[in-house]
């Protein structure tokens, strides 16, 4: 304090402030401390983990009423004289049932079954009657009639269709009609072959090419472009009029300037 008294007011003045700030900062500090110190959360210690405790029965726990476990003592019998064991018991095993057969089924099949001969019957071609006509047929004047005769087996036609001879209606086109389509005189005993799918008017489509001789000359080719104007009948199957199967049409040109 004498120290204090022998400065100038002013320096006085300036140190009680300051010794007033460093107080509070000085308190300021130690609160703080205090704080992190109480609020810090707390380690909480492992609980101790259980061991096992072993115990005996004294003779005192016996008396006292304590149950003990009994000890089973395992006595062989003695073996039988002369040295010989004693017979044992094979164990019998388990023999497992036999699985149960199902009876057979006896029922008749159902006609949509593979395999169903009736299908087979019915769909057999050769049982069907056949016409006498070879090559294209001639016609009768109406559409009743034998059964169209047919051309090739199963699977010669475009595509795998069965073919059948055809039958000009009401007559075979004229040379007139013809010679509009080659572009010179066919040689004699010439010939073309094309297959014509029928369509309702005795008319044809979709005419495919099946051969020519000579071959080279474009008859079928011709042949095949004047089969719009063709009427042919309808194959007949079983009496039945089949419009839409396919049949073959052939041009024989036995004199040069047109067919026959």
């Not at 703080?32 to 609020?39: D, E, K, N, Q």
């Not at 096992?52 to 149950?67: I, K, N, Q």
């Not at 087979?120 to 559409?143: C, E, L, R, W, Y």
């Amino acid at each position: 304090m004498a120290v204090l008294n022998r400065l100038p007011e002013r320096y006085r003045e300036t140190l009680r402030e300051r010794g007033a700030s460093i107080t509070l900062t000085v308190l300021a500090h130690l609160l703080l401390a205090w704080l992190l110190f109480h609020l810090a959360p707390r380690l909480i210690a492992p609980e101790p983990s259980s061991s096992l405790s072993t115990f005996s029965v004294t003779p005192s726990d016996r008396e006292a009423g304590a149950p003990v476990p009994e000890t089973r003592i395992a006595t062989r019998k003695p073996a039988a004289a002369g040295g010989s064991k004693a017979p044992v018991t094979p164990k019998q095993l388990d023999t497992p049932n036999p699985p149960t057969e199902k009876p057979a089924d006896t029922s008749a099949p159902t006609p949509w079954q593979w395999g169903d001969k009736s299908l087979f019957a019915a769909g057999d071609i050769s049982a069907m009657p056949k016409g006498a006509g070879n090559g294209v047929g001639s016609s009768n004047g109406d559409d009743r009639g034998q059964d169209s005769a047919s051309a090739y087996g199963p699977g010669e036609g475009p595509g795998g269709q069965r073919l059948y001879n055809a039958e000009w209606y009401p007559h075979r086109p004229s040379n007139a009609e013809l010679n509009g389509y080659l572009h010179s005189a066919p040689p004699p005993n010439s010939w073309a072959l094309i297959a014509c799918r029928t369509i309702p008017d005795y008319r044809v489509e979709n005419c495919q090419i099946l051969g020519e001789s000579p071959r080279g000359l474009g008859l079928a080719r011709a042949m095949r472009e004047a089969a719009w104007q063709f009427r042919v009948r309808a194959p007949r199957i079983g009496g039945k009029v089949m419009v839409g199967e396919w049949v073959r049409i052939r041009i024989d040109f036995n004199s040069s300037g047109g067919g026959d």
